[in-house]
């Protein structure tokens, strides 16, 4: 099984749309979670932190389910730049060690 | 701002050569990593170091090895390449101390024939 897994997509979605993506976590011991961001043939940059109590950045929402080992993302009021994939990243047993999801690829369409 | 180089962006090398992947960081950080990205397999990690001259294994560290001589450069070496080798290379590092943020590296893309 795999340590984290996501839906491939993609989710194709017209601009101005409210979309959301999920991301299930094996290990019930990981203790930090993070979304990154992944631009066509460009390295990953960190998009937010997940914390318990949910966070919010501009359009971009974090959820975090204990219970039911999910993490998710909720983007508003999509924009034609939010076009990208979307990587939920586990910290493993060892604190410095992350797990990295293979993405769900997000299109925005005018 | 803050910066990971990888020394080729595209590398094209045959099966059996012995192969040296250098990556650098200008931002004093302890722990630096070694991915490979596949499509459909994500990023995985194939070592990481914590310190100078500490390394430990990932999950997929057969093939490889590494080298971790100052604190900012890691290299990753492939002491005998082989086709399914061939994949995206990605360096990160991160401050030590916790689950911190990972700074990525460009990327190699490395073909091995």
């Known amino acids: 099984r795999k340590e984290v897994e996501q839906d491939p997509g993609p989710f194709n979605v017209p601009e101005g749309a409210t979309v959301a993506f999920n991301c299930t976590y094996s290990n019930s011991a990981s203790q930090s979670f993070f979304w990154y961001r992944q631009d066509c043939r460009k390295e990953p940059k960190l998009l937010m932190s997940?914390?318990?109590s949910g966070n919010e950045d501009g359009r971009f929402t974090a959820q975090l389910n204990r219970a039911s080992q999910y993490i998710s993302l909720l983007i508003r009021d999509s924009k034609l730049s939010d076009s990208a994939t979307y990587l939920c990243v586990v910290n493993g047993n060892n604190f410095n060690k992350f797990y990295f999801g293979s993405g769900t690829k997000l299109n925005v369409k005018p | 701002d803050v910066k990971v180089t990888q020394s080729s962006r595209y590398l094209v090398k045959r099966t059996g050569e012995k192969v040296f992947l250098e990556c650098v960081q200008d931002m004093d950080h302890e722990n630096m990593f070694w991915y490979r990205q596949d499509p459909g397999l994500g990023l995985r990690l194939i070592y990481f170091?914590?310190?100078?001259?500490?390394?430990e294994k990932g999950d997929i560290p057969e093939g490889y090895s590494v080298s971790r001589e100052k604190k900012e450069r890691f290299s990753l070496i492939l002491e005998s390449a082989s086709t399914n080798q061939t994949s995206m290379y990605l360096c990160?590092?991160?401050?030590?101390?916790?689950?911190?943020?990972?700074?990525f590296g460009p990327g190699t893309r490395l073909t091995v024939l």
């Open positions: 990160a590092s991160s401050l030590g101390n916790g689950p911190n943020e990972q700074f």
């Open positions: 997940v914390y318990s």
């Open positions: 170091s914590y310190d100078v001259k500490m390394k």
